[in-house]
């Protein structure tokens, strides 16, 4: 292909190649009957016929016919192979007869995308009304569907979350429904995953039945999941994995060339070619500097990330659907299936957190039966080395499931809270232990009150209520120059908003004045946009306390999961050019006071063995690198991103990695459950790198609390394979100074 002949050729001038080329050919999901031998309504059939559709898939019909039955279920089929058709087709049939349904979007814009996509097969149909009730809906619309509730009703988690607490119409009209979907099931990972299963859970008050149907394209469904994420038993009806259309895939080997200039470069190269392009990062601030870098190169491209006013992102979104943009810069934010318009390419600054996430953002390239181009640069980093090495297992990993932590006590509180406001009094004996424990959190904090066994709200529920946010288990930080320019949720606003942090928001330089986490506020002042450097904190970690749950031997090794509390202190950050190779900063700055962070999460506590020839130095090097390959192990094994995992590390050979969340997340249980491939994984990293004892490409991680110091490759690599040929150890409390 000509255009992948001139990108292979031009990175060869900037130092990096194409390291390897996949070409993705998806066939169609396997025929099934006729559309005309259905039951459903002739006014369906026909509308089906005039959009082309003369025959069903045969894991639609399947669908059809389990949904028609009333049994739960989670329909997994690649992009664009049907799967809204699937569950939309029968719940039209139902509605002719009377029943309700709630559709769940994980937004309002990818809401009322849908209302778009989903008015060609009600065409005719004047018995269904469908309307959106969200935070944008007008006052007389919202009163129009509570006095006339509309057969399909589409909304999104947040806006039941606050209408089933505040307003007895909205409880009346949600729970008076028939059937719930949740369409992008593989969004609801980590907290709001955890939110989404609190939410059912009070549409059901608690434990009843409801009918509920999930919907993906990139995830590993099994009915375990559906039980976990909707607490209802169900069952899991598949399509094709992969999503329809021909894409080439391109993994770009970096070679040491940052991979933000890289991008820029591509990014460039694309719009002079007269392609739209999207480009993915997974930090609100790197897609705030890879635009800034891609105007370099003749790229204008707009940033769509969190953090920034939700108009800005709205006014991205039309001007790239309506063609008035090159590209995007985007954070997650894209990866859903809002209607963006064709893409002709999509390259990925860095190779995203998990494989579902890698399948969601390169089905965005070349919908609409168009040929896709994906680029993934490849860094120097444990993972990224380990596929160049084995480029064949990038592209044929298997789905990994969706992580979220079910007992995340600050996700509980929320929603105990909200059905405490709702009920007004919850009999204690009435709720089950979990919820118990996160309202004895809230008598605490004076947010409830019990009097008689009975949970009450008080005058600070309401408030504490509408002030949550789904999107995150902790406080939110303002972002404040003269007004509100952004928000960052702790503990991540830590390592973005500490004092003299530069900080971004849509291509603007600031630079942090303050941080004050009691009055949640970093103030920022303006500064030119020609800064040429950027800046990294330094902090350290201590874990304070630490409550098992469960424990196990893995090779030999003592290994414990439990509730974690650990304390982050931002003791300084390090100031590095901008453009330059050079790893060295050029200044590091210390506080007088360090900032500290304290909070609850859950993680692993893995007892290494200490070698009777290492000196206290040499254990540490050991213990620390085998920290930081274990974290970017769990990238493969877990699915996790590389910030959604820490570590600390101890010179008794104690090595733990935690959730990065507050409450947690679930990956570091799913890293718990699947060590053994992990150590394999590492121990592959540390053996494959050529380094002389320790690089970006085997034991460095970039979020590294003390700048990638005191870790040796050699020695890890010593340390793990004395593990796997079975020397264990026993368990004792960790001790010494901890490392991050």
Not at 176 to 202: F, K, N, P, Q, T
Not at 262 to 272: D, F, N, R, T
């Amino acid at each position: 292909m000509e255009i992948l002949e001139k990108v292979s050729e031009s990175l060869k001038l900037m130092g990096a190649s194409v390291a390897h080329v996949y070409t993705e050919t998806a066939l169609d999901p396997e025929m099934g009957p006729p559309v005309t031998e259905s039951s459903l309504d002739p006014r369906i059939v026909r509308n089906l016929r005039e959009a082309g559709i003369e025959r069903f898939y045969r894991y639609q019909w399947e669908a059809m016919e389990a949904i028609l039955n009333r049994e739960n279920l989670a329909i997994i089929s690649g992009t664009g192979t049907g799967k809204t058709e699937a569950f939309f087709i029968p719940l039209l049939q139902l509605a002719l007869k009377g029943e309700r349904s709630v559709l769940i979007y994980p937004t309002k814009a990818l809401a009322r995308d849908q209302l778009v996509r989903m008015k060609w097969l009600t065409k005719d149909l004047s018995e269904v009304r469908i309307e959106v009730l969200d935070g944008d809906t007008p006052q007389k619309v919202r009163e129009e569907i509570y006095e006339n509730p509309p057969e399909i009703l589409i909304t999104n988690p947040d806006m039941i979350h606050l209408g089933l607490s505040l307003s007895p119409r909205f409880r009346s009209l949600i729970r008076s429904a028939d059937h719930y979907v949740v369409d992008e099931m593989h969004v609801y990972d980590g907290v709001l995953g955890s939110h989404l299963r609190r939410i059912l859970d009070r549409i059901r008050e608690l434990n009843g039945e409801i009918h509920v149907i999930g919907a993906s394209g990139t995830v590993e469904a099994t009915p375990l999941l559906l039980n976990e994420l909707f607490g209802v038993e169900g069952k899991v009806i598949r399509g094709v994995p992969r999503r329809r259309g021909m894409a080439i895939h391109a993994l770009v080997a970096s070679n040491g060339i940052s991979r933000w200039t890289i991008s820029a470069y591509l990014a460039g190269l694309m719009v002079k070619e007269g392609l739209r392009i999207l480009v993915f990062v997974d930090s609100q601030q790197m897609a705030e500097r890879l635009a800034k870098m891609a105007e370099r190169f003749g790229a204008n491209l707009a940033v769509h990330r969190a953090g920034i006013l939700a108009s800005e992102r709205v006014e991205v979104e039309e001007k790239l659907r309506e063609g008035d943009l090159q590209g995007v810069v985007a954070t997650p934010t894209l990866e859903l299936g809002i209607d963006i318009g064709s893409l002709d390419a999509v390259i990925m600054s860095e190779n995203p957190p998990s494989y579902p996430k890698y399948l969601q953002r390169a089905g965005r390239a070349g919908r609409r039966n168009r040929l896709g181009l994906v680029f993934t640069i490849m860094g120097d980093n444990p993972i990224d080395s380990y596929f160049l090495r084995k480029p064949h297992e990038f592209f044929n990993r298997k789905l990994t499931p969706i992580t979220f932590d079910n007992t995340n006590l600050e996700v509980l509180k929320v929603h105990a809270s909200a059905y405490v406001l709702e009920k007004y009094g919850v009999r204690r004996n009435e709720l089950p232990s979990l919820w118990v424990k996160a309202l004895d959190e809230l008598v605490k904090e004076g947010i409830i009150t019990e009097r008689g066994g009975t949970y009450y709200s008080t005058p600070r529920t309401a408030s504490f209520v509408r002030s949550s946010s789904l999107r995150s288990a902790g406080p939110i930080v303002d972002v404040i120059e003269q007004k509100k320019i952004g928000e960052r949720e702790l503990p991540a606003a830590l390592f973005d908003l500490y004092p003299g942090a530069t900080y971004l928001v849509s291509k603007r330089s600031y630079r942090v004045k303050s941080l004050d986490l009691k009055s949640l506020e970093a103030r920022v002042e303006k500064m030119t946009d020609d800064q040429d450097y950027y800046t990294k904190p330094l902090y350290k970690v201590d874990m304070k306390e630490f409550r098992e749950v469960e424990s196990k031997k893995v090779l030999g090794l003592p290994v414990k999961y439990g509730e974690i509390k650990v304390t982050v202190s931002v003791v300084g950050y390090v100031v590095y050019d901008y453009y330059s190779k050079r790893e060295k900063p050029r200044a590091e700055v210390e506080y007088e006071e360090p900032i500290e962070f304290t909070y609850n999460t859950k993680g692993l506590i893995i007892k290494h063995p200490i070698l009777e020839d290492w000196d206290l130095l040499s254990s540490m090097e050991a213990y620390h690198a085998t920290e930081h390959v274990l974290i970017a192990a769990g990238r493969v094994v877990a699915g996790g991103s590389i910030t959604d995992l820490s570590g600390i590390s101890y010179p008794s050979g104690h090595v733990v990695i935690y959730d990065s969340t507050i409450g947690g997340n679930g990956v570091s249980r799913l890293l718990y459950q699947r060590l053994e491939s992990a150590y394999d994984i590492a121990l592959d990293i540390v053996k494959g790198c050529d380094c002389e004892d320790g690089c970006p490409k085997c034991i460095f991680d970039p979020y590294c609390g003390n700048n990638n110091k005191v870790l040796s490759r050699k020695k890890s690599m010593r340390l793990i394979q004395t593990v796997m040929n079975g020397e264990g150890t026993d368990y004792s409390p960790p001790d010494g100074e901890s490392v991050r």
